[in-house]
């Protein structure tokens, strides 16, 4: 994946464009001793800020001296953090990441940090954020670009893009583009209150023929399902399914136990045990993995958990 984003920006970078970042909360280094992978983009003549400290890079554009005032994570969650505009700039844009006051965003995830007023009030030309994977306007120069690529379930309704920025004595116009990614599409929940395993796979047929699932990335949420209903139904229509798209997701909840909350823009981490044990819970109920298989693979993996943290090896 690291090679692939270094080929990439190589790519901009040798056209002469410019290419500055910032690292969110996923690239931050957990400890100041040591570095971010984003520090490999230096090797291709792109810069980002990964570290604790603002910092300012002055690029000169079209004739114009534009600053970047470039606000990793890291710095944010720094109470004395100062950002100020260079006064003799012509262009001032800020970089920075994290939630804006008064947007409302669906769960939190590990590391999510609010953006006090003190970082965003200063008299910057633009204020680029990023965190929130949907094109929002905070205000009339302060945005979210979003993602140019749906991250999970809960941006199925998003509009992958990019931002381009047009500077003027006026001010700034942003303009939204589009970019095409892979669908994903998020089926219609199935009610298997009462249903056999013969029934099911009906339905999840029917519901699958309703839309142009070749290459998408694909869930079918089934709920108040009977115990082990899953593994009844026909394997050789969810191998098809698995088969056309990019990926299919049948995701089944039992009666009597609650589904999981929808996803927000962004996915929400638990502890690394309780991660594994929803991975293989969830495989388990959907019959991609047998029972007592999943029993003696959950058990393994816990104890192999347990042993990484305490230095040793089971």
Do not use: W
Request: glycine share 12%; charged share 25%.
């Amino acid at each position: 994946m690291i090679i692939g984003f270094l080929k990439q920006t190589a790519r901009i970078v040798e056209r002469g464009i410019p290419f500055y970042g910032i690292a969110g909360n996923h690239e931050t280094p957990r400890l100041r001793t040591t570095t971010a992978a984003l520090e490999y983009a230096n090797m291709v003549g792109a810069y980002f800020a990964h570290g604790f400290d603002v910092e300012y890079e002055p690029v000169e554009l079209g004739g114009a001296n534009v600053t970047l005032a470039l606000v990793p994570h890291g710095a944010v969650g720094d109470r004395q953090v100062v950002v100020t505009p260079d006064r003799n700039a012509d262009v001032n844009i800020m970089v920075t990441h994290g939630t804006v006051p008064g947007l409302k965003v669906g769960g939190h995830e590990l590391g999510e940090v609010d953006l006090p007023n003190r970082v965003l009030s200063g008299d910057f030309d633009y204020v680029a954020l990023g965190h929130y994977h949907y094109f929002h306007e905070h205000k009339k120069n302060t945005y979210y670009a979003g993602a140019t690529e749906r991250f999970g379930f809960g941006e199925v309704d998003s509009e992958p893009g990019f931002a381009i920025l047009t500077f003027s004595e006026g001010g700034v116009e942003i303009e939204h583009v589009p970019v095409e990614t892979r669908p994903m599409i998020d089926l219609p929940k199935i009610n298997a209150t009462d249903m056999t395993g013969a029934d099911l796979t009906e339905v999840v047929r029917e519901r699958a023929e309703a839309r142009d699932l070749d290459g998408a990335i694909v869930r079918q949420k089934v709920v108040d399902a009977p115990r082990a209903l899953a593994g009844e139904m026909d394997r050789a229509l969810l191998r098809e399914l698995k088969r056309r798209c990019l990926n299919y997701s049948l995701e089944v909840t039992e009666t009597g136990t609650i589904e999981a909350p929808g996803e927000g823009p962004e996915a929400s981490f638990g502890s690394l045990e309780e991660e594994f044990k929803a991975f293989v819970g969830a495989r388990r109920e959907s019959g991609e993995l047998a029972p007592a298989f999943a029993g003696e693979f959950l058990e393994k993996g816990l104890s192999y958990l347990k042993a990484a943290g305490g230095g040793e090896r089971p």
